[in-house]
């Protein structure tokens, strides 16, 4: 299987053009185009903070056409992109055209939007067929992802939309339409105790998961770290990938290893021979 990362966490400390060098240096076959760094919600406040960037400017095309050039004279290619988040702020949402639009442009064909928490499957719906038009002129379908909230009191994560097969399936079905699919996050499934766990969730949705967010957890807290390093089973992860003939990316979303990173390189390195090992896995099955 090919393989990728997310490069929010690098070019947050190296820029975009090195963070894709890296990547590639590391030996992935891509690189997500992680949209999530442009755009800084202050939670208390609940607003969006003021970010100089080229992908919030009136050049945001040249810009992401630099950056698909720099990953192609390095041997590599976008697959897929995150838009950001979170999905029930407006001034983020008028960005998700332009998140389809730059995922296009960068050589991407899925854009991860996430469901909005505070709306129900069928309110989602809505939000999703108003994108499906101008992501299918653009010829990238938006994958939604299971998400989690935090009960305080009880000290652990809690329901939240996608977060279960049934709630998953419901949003799939409500739009039913071949260009919304599922993207699982590998570490928010196993972080929901009882209601699931990553392999259920992948065995439920079967062939509408075509992308993937992989990283490690405690399976308590959203630790966002290296495969195999914390408490997740991926001999699990990949016996459920195997039964549904999973055709998409191992793509990685381990954006709190890289945060501590001192050596950055070495870091990303890590990342890939940590995937490449999965990869392993499923083949051996």
């Given at each position: 299987m090919k393989t990728s990362t997310e490069i929010a966490s690098i070019y947050r400390q190296v820029g975009e053009e090195k963070a894709i060098e890296l990547v590639a240096k590391a030996g992935f076959d891509a690189w997500d185009f992680s949209m999530s760094?442009?755009?800084?919600?202050?939670?208390?406040?609940?607003?969006v903070l003021d970010k100089d960037c080229p992908f919030r400017s009136?050049?945001?095309?040249?810009?992401?056409?630099r950056l698909k050039q720099v990953g192609l004279d390095n041997g590599i290619h976008c697959n897929q992109s995150h838009a950001p988040f979170p999905s029930h702020v407006k001034e983020i949402q008028d960005y998700f055209k332009r998140s389809i639009e730059c995922t296009a442009e960068a050589g991407?064909?899925?854009?991860?939007?996430?469901?909005?928490?505070?709306?129900?499957?069928?309110?989602?719906?809505?939000?999703?067929?108003?994108?499906?038009?101008?992501?299918?002129?653009?010829?990238?379908?938006?994958?939604?992802?299971?998400?989690?909230?935090?009960?305080?009191?009880?000290?652990?994560?809690?329901?939240?939309?996608?977060?279960?097969a049934e709630s998953f399936?419901?949003?799939?079905?409500?739009?039913?339409?071949?260009?919304?699919?599922?993207?699982?996050?590998?570490?928010?499934?196993?972080?929901?105790?009882?209601?699931?766990?990553a392999p259920e969730l992948i065995r439920a949705l079967g062939d509408k998961v075509q992308a993937l967010h992989i990283h490690?957890?405690?399976?308590?807290?959203?630790s966002h770290q290296i495969p195999f390093s914390m408490n997740i089973d991926f001999n699990g992860v990949a016996k459920a990938l195997k039964e549904i003939n999973y055709g998409g990316y191992l793509t990685l979303e381990c954006d709190a290893y890289i945060k501590s990173a001192e050596d950055i390189e070495t870091k990303v390195k890590n990342l890939c021979d940590s995937v490449k090992k999965l990869d392993e896995i499923i083949e051996k099955l």
């Open positions: 760094a442009y755009f800084t919600f202050d939670w208390n406040k609940g607003i009136s050049n945001y095309l040249p810009f992401v056409r991407g064909n899925i854009c991860v939007i996430h469901p909005d928490n505070r709306r129900t499957a069928a309110e989602n719906a809505e939000m999703y067929n108003e994108l499906l038009p101008f992501a299918k002129e653009y010829g990238v379908k938006i994958a939604t992802e299971n998400m989690w909230a935090w009960d305080v009191e009880a000290n652990k994560a809690s329901f939240a939309v996608c977060a279960t399936k419901a949003h799939l079905d409500l739009v039913n339409d071949d260009y919304l699919v599922a993207c699982v996050d590998i570490g928010h499934a196993e972080m929901m105790g009882d209601m699931v766990s490690d957890n405690d399976k308590w807290h959203d």
